[in-house]
């Protein structure tokens, strides 16, 4: 019986594919196979097989006919919609495309990345391409979580999840990704907010009905405006000899016989913290006075416990 | 709801240009690539011998040819090109341009090629609303380290190690190259200590790929240490960008009690040390001593 409608559904996407002018029910009932039984019955079917496809995402065109009877309609699938254009990409570009896609082949959009390597191949035959030598995206994210907020921001739904310890409804707008971690850009009780995917606590649920998208909204503005921060210089006393990765970025001067000194740009003072304490005895903090005072505080609390 | 009938008839119909393209490819290979089991490609195949256009006479269905497990398409009919990308393989495609992108900035030619094949991307349907930002990686030595991967040659790199705070050269086998928490790693077989070492690809600061060839290696005898921390909730970034060496978790009011197992005790002693207070080493108590007396020394410098 799966088989039987599947190849109904194979032979009635060729058929609608395939006509230059739209095909109505009854050219269909007697020119495809796979329709057979009373009209209500073959009417019915083709309605399921059109839904489903539709479901899946294949563009069935619908017209009417005969402006005097309304029931008249006609079907048909646009190549353009349906199929990629096989000029569409130059040699080279195929191969940046088969790249880009295969970047995600070990992630959680890697059944994405396999399904688009697969469309890409049947556009170029076998590409000159060794997947092992080009780099791979590793990241943290559970794919069905993506996948329903890529879709609730495609189709504007809102969704429900719990973060922080509260529950949240939220109307996202957009997604980026940040060293290797994907945000989630929603509005949440009229702030529009960031939510770090890998803490959301509970599944992400699309709720039905949908919102409407805030005019104006641009996620790249809004990703800048989100960068901009006040940048501090810190000026610090690094240990000759040590301290490679800095001395790598930054400009030193010699200090005495045991210390140069360096001025380091920053902008979130937890991460400059968090970068100087990893080298040691190695680093001191000369100035600004709150930075010396944070890495002084947080070194005499672990002390303490 | 969408039935099993559907999602197969369109992954028969991605068969056909698949194989039109890629003639006398096996079954095997198909299984392994549409991620379905042999037998359910050649009921795939068997199903869309019978299927076509109106009429169906032979000039109208689509024609195969299996031969000795192999599959040849002789007439697609209309399935002579793929399906159009959907809006998350579009997803997929722009993300990895703008990394693409990132990786080349510093080659103006390609960046112009990498933006308006993004362009196209766009045009067909891709969404604005995602949008990936990489760190601040130097890939100089990209095209270097994926030749040599490719071409199965050794390196000799000079490298800022951050953990021993040292420059060294080494001689590698290069394996593979990677995206982890936004930074561009390389994993390589460290010929000179006979182990397996990761290295980050933007504190690499010489390369040069040497003829001699790639010989296997023998596994290397790595030893593991267990270590039991307390993290903070407000330090967790800590947990999410290391869930690779995490073999258990505890979670309390505001801390989380987290088993480790590792190789390199001096990476987790600059790690905990720099996420002070927010993580401490409850065992073993050695190592948590040692890591205090660490602290006082650098506290030390700043009462001095």
Not at chain 1, 264 to 285: A, D, K, M, R, T
Not at chain 2, 19 to 26: D, R
Not at chain 2, 265 to 284: D, F, V, Y
Request: proline share 4%; net charge negative; glycine share 4%.
């Amino acid at each position: 019986m799966s088989s039987q409608k599947t190849e109904r559904l194979i032979n009635l996407t060729l058929a609608l594919l395939a006509t230059k002018r739209y095909l109505t029910k009854s050219e269909i009932f007697t020119t495809v196979t796979g329709y057979s039984g009373s009209p209500e019955t073959m009417e019915r079917m083709f309605e399921r097989d059109k839904d489903e496809l539709r479901n899946m995402g294949v563009e069935i065109e619908v017209k009417g006919l005969d402006p005097l009877f309304e029931d008249d309609q006609g079907y048909l699938i646009r190549a353009e919609t349906f199929q990629l254009n096989g000029n569409e990409f130059a040699s080279d570009e195929l191969l940046y495309l088969t790249m880009a896609a295969n970047l995600w082949h070990d992630s959680a959009l890697s059944n994405d990345s396999k399904a688009a390597l697969l469309k890409i191949q049947s556009l170029s035959g076998p590409i000159e391409f060794n997947a092992f030598n080009s780099p791979i995206v590793r990241d943290n994210e559970n794919s069905q979580m993506l996948l329903t907020a890529f879709e609730a921001i495609e189709k504007l739904k809102q969704l429900s999840f719990t973060y922080n310890g509260n529950d949240r409804i939220v109307e996202p707008l957009g997604m980026f990704m940040r060293s290797g971690f994907w945000y989630l850009v929603a509005k949440d009780n009229q702030v529009i907010k960031s939510f770090k995917l890998v803490r959301i606590e509970s599944k992400i649920s699309e709720l039905p009905g949908s919102f409407k998208k805030p005019e104006g909204f641009d996620l790249n503005d809004y990703l800048k405006r989100y960068n901009e921060e006040e940048v501090i210089n810190a000026e610090i006393l690094v240990r000759k000899d040590q301290a490679y990765s800095l001395r790598s970025k930054h400009q030193v001067k010699e200090y005495d016989s045991e210390w140069d000194s360096m001025v380091v740009p920053y902008s979130y003072e937890p991460e400059i913290v968090e970068n100087l304490l990893w080298h040691g005895q190695n680093i001191i903090v000369i100035k600004p006075q709150s930075l010396r005072s944070a890495v002084i505080s947080r070194l005499e609390e672990f002390i303490n416990g | 709801m969408v039935d099993n009938a559907a999602i197969r008839a369109l992954r028969t119909m991605d068969l056909i240009p698949y194989i039109l393209e890629n003639p006398g490819e096996s079954i095997s290979s198909l299984a392994r690539k549409f991620a379905i089991s042999e037998d359910q490609i050649e009921k795939d195949l068997q199903l869309i011998f019978m299927c076509g256009l109106p009429g169906y006479t032979p000039y109208e269905l689509i024609d195969i040819v299996f031969e000795d497990g192999f599959v040849s398409v002789i007439d697609p009919q209309v399935l002579d090109k793929p399906r159009r990308f959907n809006k998350t393989e579009l997803i997929v495609i722009a993300l990895g341009l703008q990394i693409l992108m990132d990786l080349n900035k510093s080659d103006p030619s390609k960046i112009l090629k990498l933006n308006s094949l993004s362009d196209k991307i766009t045009k067909l349907g891709s969404s604005n609303l995602v949008s990936f930002k990489a760190s601040e990686t130097n890939s100089v030595f990209l095209e270097q380290i994926t030749g040599a991967i490719a071409k199965k040659k050794h390196l000799i790199i000079r490298y800022n190690s951050l953990i021993k705070d040292k420059k060294t050269s080494r001689k590698i086998d290069p394996q593979s190259i990677y995206f982890l928490n936004g930074n561009l790693y390389l994993s390589a077989f460290d010929l000179d200590v006979m182990a397996d070492r990761v290295f980050k690809v933007d504190l690499i600061e010489y390369c040069e790929v040497v003829d001699s060839n790639v010989h296997d290696h023998a596994p290397s005898q790595t030893q593991f240490f267990d270590v039991v921390l307390d993290v903070r909730k407000s330090h967790r970034n800590f947990i999410e960008r290391n869930s690779s060496v995490i073999s258990a978790m505890q979670e309390f009011k505001d801390r989380i009690e987290v088993h480790i197992q590792i190789s390199n005790l001096e990476w987790l002693k600059r790690s905990i040390l720099s996420n002070a207070p927010g993580i401490s080493i409850k065992s073993p108590i050695p190592l948590a001593n040692e890591l205090i007396e660490s602290a006082a020394s650098v506290l030390a410098l700043y009462r001095a």
